[in-house]
């Protein structure tokens, strides 16, 4: 009798913001406003990087990763929220889905990852400043660089996969823009226990862990500033990692907000705009104004 009830569902449907129907075509200006300027921005850190020898460094080979990485991390949830945000049918495939579930996660955890090993570099170069040249070589720096893809597209397989073998059999309203993991876990006919435990140990492995690494290092370099004699090295140390400990505060701030508060609100879906869509649109012209570099790469 039970296999009788059961329904098979294809699509799901992304509620979105159609609760704010007066705000829907603001939010729809505003959102591909946001997303033109950072991709055309994150496009031009990368190109002014390949361009300007005086970039040629392994900080900037790491901050061009980053904007590419940053574009790839807005195009897998954008777009389909201006589809929604301006079209009647709100569907996504059940195998688009967990596609872009997939896509969102993996580049997610890789930016945690990669952000850890944005402040390894400036630990290295503040630390050992005599070594750091030698050590922070072409090949070295490509290595360093393929390892955050490679643990974030690993890790994340493993949640969405459990996620994916889970029964669902209707209802099959995802009340958010996107496909997450929490909002289809809810959506599950079946116990989602393994599910939960494996995104939970996920998390633990790529946002965590890395947060803390991000920490020691930190707590290492202000040890070896604070140890500088001359107020102009210290500012100068300080300086290299300021673009960084800003963008790491927006990224963390904004997901620890997100994920830590009481669910159930109409509010989440906002707060998950801001590490969706501001602090990507935020981080180009961050690293533009807060560098010296950059900032003098542009006047030339």
């Not at 290595?143 to 459990?162: C, D, N, Y």
């Not at 140990?201 to 946002?207: G, K, R």
């Amino acid at each position: 009798m039970q296999d009788i009830n059961k329904t098979t569902v294809v699509e799901f449907v992304l509620v979105g913001f159609s609760d704010f129907h007066t705000f829907q075509k603001f939010l729809f200006c505003a959102v591909l406003l946001a997303y033109i300027v950072c991709v055309l921005g994150n496009i031009t850190i990368i190109l002014l990087v390949r361009t300007e020898s005086s970039l040629h460094t392994p900080m900037y080979f790491f901050i061009s990763t980053f904007t590419v990485l940053e574009i790839m991390f807005v195009s897998v949830t954008v777009p389909k929220l201006l589809a929604i945000l301006i079209q009647t049918k709100r569907t996504i495939s059940f195998s688009g889905c967990f596609m872009q579930l997939y896509a969102f996660n993996a580049l997610g955890e890789t930016e945690c990852f990669l952000l850890s090993l944005m402040v390894f570099d400036r630990y290295l170069a503040i630390n050992s400043p005599l070594q750091y040249s030698t050590i922070m070589n072409s090949r070295f720096c490509y290595e360093l660089a393929v390892l955050p893809w490679l643990f974030g597209f690993i890790i994340s397989s493993f949640p969405t996969v459990v996620t994916f073998l889970l029964e669902f059999c209707g209802p099959n309203k995802i009340n958010h823009f996107f496909c997450d993991l929490a909002p289809l876990q809810n959506l599950a006919c079946s116990n989602p226990f393994v599910s939960n435990i494996t995104t939970i140990a996920a998390a633990f492995l790529s946002i965590v862990s890395p947060f803390f690494a991000i920490i020691g290092f930190y707590i290492h370099i202000i040890y070896t500033v604070f140890k500088i004699k001359s107020k102009e090295g210290k500012l100068k140390a300080f300086s290299t990692c300021s673009s960084h400990l800003i963008v790491v505060s927006l990224f963390y701030g904004s997901a620890i907000i997100v994920y830590l508060k009481p669910k159930g609100s109409h509010y989440d879906k906002f707060l998950a705009l801001t590490y969706t869509v501001v602090t990507p649109l935020l981080n180009p012209f961050i690293y533009t104004f807060r560098n010296r570099e950059v900032k003098n790469a542009f006047k030339k």
